[in-house]
Structure formats: C-alpha cells, structure tokens
C-alpha cells in the first residue's frame, strides 16, 4: 500500500476570506485533519462546507499524537495539518509531525496561506529587505530583556508576538533598553474588524497604547537602529 501524504495548510488569520482556494480544495480531499482546537476548526471547516473527521493535536498532546498520525499516513491516509490561524509550524505545533514524516520519507506538501509576521511586516513601514523572528520574547521580564540585549543591535527588523496580557510590559522593556526613538510597529487584530497599525518611536506608541483597547493578538516590530521614517 501506497503511504498517504501530510499536507501543511494554511489557514486565515483572521477574515475567514483570506483562505486560498487550493487550502479548501486540499482540505476537502483529505479525510483527516489534525488542528488545533477541534472548535475553530469546525467553524472554518463549516464556512466552507468541509466535511472531514478532526483530531486534536497541539502543544500539550503533540508528542503523544505523532506516531498516530505518523502510523496513519503509512497506512494510506492522507492528512492535512492546520492550526488556529496562520502557518502550522509557525509558533504553533507541527514541528513534530513534519519531522517525523522527512525521516519516514513521507511526502510534505506546504499549501501556502496568511502568516501574521509577513502580514504586518508588509504594512508596517519599517525594512522588509532584511528580518529576524523572534516569537514570543518570553513571560518574564528577566527573559525579554535579555533578548532584547542580545540583538539590540542587529541590523534586521526584529520580529515578536505577544498576547494581550504582556504587550504593555513588553514595550516598556522595548523603551527602557532600547530609548524613546527607536521606530517599531505595533500591529493588533490584523484583517479582522478591529485591526491597528501603528507605527512610530517608541516612546510615543507607549503613549499612545494607553488610549487603545488591550484585547487580541499583537505582532511587534522594531526597525534596526538609527531608522528613520
């Protein structure tokens, strides 16, 4: 018997019509989708009049669920992997898998879609020619500085996430080491209802961040040093 394939799927970061036409052909033809959370999925999933069985596979069950899907994609099933928004793999899960299937000699087919840090990279105003991501910079204040002192200089636009709970924190970390002039983007709830792009030093975002609602998903970037708009 044949093995089936892994298919990498992106999906929409947020308006659910960013989705690529050959993603909902792919997802149609696959009998199985491993996601995230089964609940997401399933909206996206009935948006597009997808019918397929879902399996859980995140973060905390990743390492258990490999050999599964591993075993059944030997077995012929073809498989598509997505997460809650964006890029699989991405700061979400799916490292693993697609690991495991290049050392079986699977097939790994990306089926290409949103990313949030291209997505604000593109809009933000600041380099595109050169970047670094980053990821989340860490929950302790202790950890994000120490990153940002290890590249405070590189000469690239840094990329971050963040969540809502720690944006603030993190800017002051930005401002603290990095002074009140350096330019960064903040980007938040990016092609949804609510998305805001601001970009500007520093010192005047921490200002402004004060004035804004603090709900969603944010992308942080920070132009390289001496940039100017």
């Known amino acids: 018997m044949n093995p089936g394939k892994l298919f990498v799927v992106g999906t ?5 019509n960013d989705i690529t036409f050959r993603a909902i052909e792919t997802l149609r033809q696959c009998a199985l989708i491993a996601c995230e959370d089964t609940r997401v999925a399933a909206h996206l999933l009935n ?4 019918t397929a069985t ?23 099933t073809s498989i598509a992997l997505i997460c809650d928004a964006g890029t699989p793999t991405i700061s979400d899960p799916g490292f693993r898998i697609v690991r495991a299937c290049r050392k079986n000699n699977i097939e790994v087919t990306p089926i290409p879609g949103s990313c949030a840090l291209t997505t604000a990279l593109s809009a933000s105003g600041l380099p595109t020619n050169r970047f670094l991501f980053l990821g989340f910079p860490g929950h302790k204040d202790s950890e994000r500085i120490k990153v940002l002192g290890q590249y405070a200089a590189f000469e690239a636009t840094l990329i971050f996430y963040e969540s809502c709970h720690r944006i603030e924190k993190f800017l002051n970390n930005v401002l603290n080491n990095y002074g009140p002039y350096r330019i960064v983007s903040l980007c938040k709830e990016m092609t949804k209802i609510h998305e805001m792009i601001l970009t500007a030093p520093i010192g005047d975002l921490v200002e402004k961040i004060k004035k804004i609602t603090i709900k969603g998903e944010f992308v942080l970037l920070i132009a390289p040093p001496n940039y100017q708009l």
């Open 12 to 16: 929409p970061i947020g308006n659910l």
């Open 47 to 50: 948006r597009f009049k997808i």
């Open 54 to 76: 879902l399996i859980a596979y995140h973060d905390k069950n990743e390492q258990i669920q490999v050999d599964d899907l591993l075993q059944r994609i030997k077995a012929g």
